[in-house]
């Protein structure tokens, strides 16, 4: 939950007053003015002595002028200024990618073009140690830390977004591949002296409403896993914990929006991915196996980001499909542990069998591909099963 902030009442005025179930309730809006937060950390820029307009129906109380009050957490975020001056934006025909300087050059915002929804949308929120902006693609060298580089100071080189920290030095190329709805990031890390070297993604997926509608699906060879989202009513978490991902990959879908997120990485250098219910939404934490590094040593970590529209997912292979902004053509992509043949697609009822192709990346592995011509109605092209070889 959010730590809130602390109001003071400058104006009132009465909407109405009525009995609801035998009790009395009066509708006010307050003109308020924010003066501080219940845990006594610095206030975002722009928002002390900010004031706005708030809307409460009030039971046996109604405040008065100069009154202090607690605002609640939807009051709290309309007086919150979270905002990033530093953004430098990637695209291709498919995604539109912000890259959030300030914040470790982060993946803060991944939208699909085609219908204009983006995964993440990074908040500003107030937690024990102070403000964190949460949401988007954090990079990170701790499982027990997972947010330490949330705000880093990265330098953008020629070469890529740059991070130094005594002889640790870390470099990332972040890139959009022309023909798939994709984002690329390439690591390279040295660390100078002899050590044992964590790396992973912390990905931050804010909740949507109540938020049951996200569900993340993992192919484990011999099953799917699946987690769905449910708010906790308790403060504290619980973690899920799983291993072999033999197809390298998990996908995240959100149901209510019609939109999912498909993660790839070499299947053999995936230690675990942990994932995360809280109640600002829900984090998947994607950890490469433990390098033992040394003065010379060059530790590379390659992670694709695939956005769709549709989904598919077996215990083998996890497919989405996504349609780019320009001729509306649309193409398929599987990921897979197993070698497969053909792919079929449900277009307005009618079954349609796709071949794939083979793409390989480096660092990524194989990817599996069909393309289709454009079709009227997108929203009912739907993945129905996948042929191996």
């Known amino acids: 939950m959010i730590q809130r902030l602390i109001a003071e009442v400058e104006d009132i005025q009465r909407l109405r007053e009525f009995n609801d179930g035998g009790v009395n309730i009066c509708e006010v809006k307050l003109k308020v003015r924010i003066i501080d937060s219940i845990l006594k950390t610095k206030l975002p820029r722009g928002t002390k002595g900010k004031t706005g307009i708030i809307v409460r129906k009030c039971i046996h109380h109604v405040p008065k002028l100069g009154d202090h009050i607690v605002l609640t957490e939807d009051?709290?975020?309309?007086?919150?200024?979270?905002?990033?001056?530093?953004?430098?934006?990637?695209?291709?025909?498919?995604?539109?990618?912000?890259?959030?300087?300030?914040?470790?050059?982060?993946?803060?915002?991944?939208?699909?073009k085609p219908r204009g929804m983006d995964i993440f949308t990074p908040r500003l929120d107030l937690q024990k140690a102070g403000w964190l902006y949460y949401g988007g693609i954090l990079d990170t060298l701790s499982f027990d830390d997972v947010t330490s580089l949330w705000n880093k100071g990265y330098k953008y080189t020629a070469k890529g977004y740059e991070y130094k920290k005594g002889k640790l030095k870390l470099l990332k190329h972040i890139s959009t591949p022309r023909a798939l709805?994709?984002?690329?990031?390439?690591?390279?890390?040295?660390?100078?002296?002899?050590?044992?070297?964590?790396f992973g993604h912390h990905i931050m997926l804010p909740r949507h409403g109540l938020g049951q509608h996200n569900i993340v699906f993992m192919p484990l060879g011999d099953r799917v896993e699946h987690l769905r989202y449910q708010r906790p009513l308790a403060p504290w978490t619980r973690l899920y914990d799983y291993c072999g991902l033999k197809a390298g990959g998990f996908i995240h879908v959100d149901e209510q929006r019609g939109i999912c997120l498909l993660c790839c990485?070499?299947?053999?250098?995936?230690?675990?991915?942990?994932?995360?219910?809280?109640?600002?939404?829900?984090?998947?934490?994607?950890?490469?196996?433990?390098?033992?590094?040394?003065?010379?040593?060059v530790a590379k970590y390659r992670v694709l980001y695939l956005v769709g529209e549709s989904f598919y997912v077996d215990r083998y292979a996890v497919a989405i499909i996504a349609r780019n902004l320009v001729d509306k053509r649309f193409i398929s992509i599987v990921r897979s542990g197993k070698t497969p043949l053909y792919l079929y697609l449900s277009v307005h009822g009618r079954d349609i069998?796709?071949?794939?192709?083979?793409?390989?990346?480096?660092?990524?592995?194989?990817?599996?591909?069909?393309?289709?011509?454009?079709?009227?109605?997108?929203?009912?092209v739907q993945i129905k099963g996948i042929t191996y070889a």
């Open 353 to 380: 069998k796709l071949k794939l192709s083979q793409k390989t990346l480096p660092g990524i592995g194989t990817l599996y591909v069909a393309e289709h011509k454009p079709m009227l109605m997108p929203t009912e």
């Open 75 to 112: 009051e709290t975020r309309k007086f919150i200024k979270a905002d990033v001056a530093t953004r430098r934006v990637l695209q291709n025909r498919f995604v539109r990618v912000e890259i959030l300087e300030p914040l470790g050059a982060r993946i803060g915002s991944l939208a699909y």
């Open 181 to 198: 709805p994709a984002v690329y990031m390439d690591y390279s890390i040295t660390v100078g002296y002899k050590r044992k070297l964590d």
């Open 265 to 297: 990485a070499a299947a053999d250098k995936i230690e675990v991915v942990r994932i995360n219910l809280h109640q600002q939404g829900l984090t998947v934490t994607l950890m490469f196996k433990r390098n033992e590094l040394t003065p010379t040593t």
